[in-house]
T-cell receptor, first 112, second 113 residues
C-alpha cells in the first residue's frame, strides 16, 4: 500500500515556466514532509522540507505548499531551468524519523 | 568532505548466491537507513539503525535479508539465496541527531541473473 501518492509521473516544462508536482497522504501521524531531487546514477538529495504547522515554505525558486485538511502538499519550481531536469520524490515521516515513506517519483524535463 | 559511500557500486550475481553490501555513513552520524529502489519507483524503506541498534525493520526485509551495524559505524546488508526479484538499487542514508536531513549514498545496483 502506497503511503504517499505522487503525480504526475512525468512532466515537461519550458525553460522559465513553473513546474508543479503534487503529493497526497492518508496517515495523519505524518508530520514531516521532505522533497528530494535525484539525478541519474546518484542518490536522492534533500531539496526542501515542511512541517504541517505552516502552509508554505520557500527556498529560492522552490516552494512547498501544504494543505493539512486535504492531506496534500506540492512542490513548485519557479523559473524552471534545464539543470532542474531530474526525478523528484516527495516523502513523509512521523516525528521520530525512524521511517520515511517515498512517493513514486516525477521525472521532470525542462526544455530550453 | 566525505559523504555517504557504498561499496560495491554494481554487483551482478547468479540466483541463489549470497551478496553483501557495505555502507559507510558520514562520520558521527548516528542514524543509518537502508532503502531499496526499483526502476521508476521511489526508495522503499528497509531498515533503520540508531548507533548499533536496529530499531525498525520493514516487512520488505524478508528472512533472507540481514543488516548489521557493528560499533555504530559502517553497516552491511546481506541478501542470502538471491532471487531475480531482488534486482534493484540498494541505497544507504545517514543522518545526525537532527534527523530531518538524510544524506544518501550513490547506491549499489544489484542484478540477479
Amino acid at each position: 500500500q502506497q503511503q504517499v501518492k505522487q503525480s504526475p509521473q512525468s512532466l515537461i516544462v519550458q525553460k522559465g515556466g513553473i513546474s508543479i508536482i503534487n503529493c497526497a497522504y492518508e496517515n495523519t501521524a505524518f508530520d514531516y514532509f521532505p522533497w528530494y531531487q535525484q539525478f541519474p546514477g546518484k542518490g536522492p538529495a534533500l531539496l526542501i522540507a515542511i512541517r504541517p504547522d505552516v502552509s508554505e515554505k520557500k527556498e529560492g525558486r522552490f516552494t512547498i505548499s501544504f494543505n493539512k485538511s486535504a492531506k496534500q502538499f506540492s512542490l513548485h519550481i519557479m523559473d524552471s531551468q534545464p539543470g532542474d531536469s531530474a526525478t523528484y520524490f516527495c516523502a513523509a515521516s512521523r516525528n521520530t524519523g525512524n521511517q520515511f515513506y517515498f512517493g513514486t517519483g516525477t521525472s521532470l524535463t525542462v526544455i530550453p | 568532505d566525505t559523504g555517504v559511500s557504498q561499496d560495491p557500486r554494481h554487483k551482478i550475481t547468479k540466483r541463489g548466491q549470497n551478496v553483501t553490501f557495505r555502507c559507510d555513513p558520514i562520520s558521527e552520524h548516528n542514524r543509518l537507513y537502508w532503502y531499496r529502489q526499483t526502476l521508476g519507483q521511489g526508495p522503499e524503506f528497509l531498515t533503520y539503525f540508531q548507533n548499533e541498534a536496529q530499531l525498525e525493520k520493514s516487512r520488505l526485509l524478508s528472512d533472507r535479508f540481514s543488516a548489521e551495524r557493528p560499533k555504530g559505524s559502517f553497516s552491511t546488508l546481506e541478501i542470502q539465496r538471491t532471487e531475480q526479484g531482488d534486482s534493484a538499487m540498494y541505497l544507504c542514508a545517514s543522518s545526525s541527531r537532527g534527523w530531518e536531513t538524510q544524506y544518501f549514498g550513490p547506491g549499489t545496483r544489484l542484478l540477479v541473473l
